[in-house]
C-alpha cells in the first residue's frame, strides 16, 4: 500500500498552486493523509475528488467550517499499520516522547505546523513529518511525503517536488 502524506498546504492563497509532481502522487496513491492546515472545506473537498480515501486533522489556521468537520487528532490504520495523526506536535524538545505518548497504540504518528521534514525511528515507532509542498518557509525545498505499507510496517520517504 502507498499513502501520500501532505500538510501545510495552505491554500488557497494567492497564485499558489500544489506542484504536480505532488498531485500526480496524491492521485496514484491508496490513500492521502493531511496533517493539517488545509485552510478551506473546498479544498479538502478537492482532495477528496482526487480518488484515494483521504485522512485529515484540523490545522491551525482552517476555518471554522473545516474544524468542525476534522478531529484534533485521529488514528488511522492502513494495511494493518495504525499511523496517528496530529497538526501541532509542540516544542521541538521531547516531541518523539510526546507523540509516543499521545498516540500508544499507534506504529507511528505523523504531524504538520513547523514545515520542516522530520523523521525519527526509535524503539519500534516513528515520528514524520513531510514538511510543506506550498510553503517551505525554512526548509530547503517544497515537500510531501510517501509511505509504504507491506507486511504489518511503514516505511516513510521524503519527496522534494519544488
Known amino acids: 500500500m502507498r499513502v501520500a502524506i501532505i500538510s501545510d498546504t495552505h491554500l488557497p492563497r494567492g497564485t499558489r498552486t500544489l506542484p504536480e509532481a505532488c498531485v500526480d502522487r496524491l492521485r496514484s496513491a491508496d490513500a492521502i493523509l493531511h496533517c493539517g492546515d488545509v485552510a478551506t472545506a473546498e479544498v479538502l473537498g478537492w482532495f477528496e475528488q482526487l480518488g484515494p480515501p483521504v485522512h ?24 494493518g499499520v495504525h499511523i496517528g495523526m496530529v497538526h501541532v ?19 507511528a ?5 513547523t514545515h ?8 519500534g515507532f516513528q515520528v514524520f513529518n513531510p514538511g510543506s509542498p506550498t510553503e517551505r518557509r525554512r526548509a530547503p525545498s517544497r515537500t510531501m511525503g510517501m509511505a509504504t505499507v507491506e507486511g504489518g510496517r511503514v516505511r516513510f520517504e521524503l519527496v522534494v517536488v519544488g
Do not use: Y
Not at 116 to 123: A, I, K, L, N, V
Open 56 to 79: 485529515a486533522v484540523q490545522g491551525n489556521v482552517d476555518d471554522a467550517a473545516l474544524q468542525q468537520r476534522l478531529p484534533d487528532r485521529r488514528v488511522v490504520e492502513l494495511g
Open 89 to 107: 506536535p509542540g516544542p521541538s524538545r521531547r516531541r518523539f516522547e510526546r507523540l509516543r505518548m499521545l498516540f500508544p497504540e499507534a506504529d
Open 109 to 113: 504518528a505523523v504531524f504538520g505546523h
Open 116 to 123: 520542516m521534514p522530520e523523521h525519527t525511528d526509535r524503539d
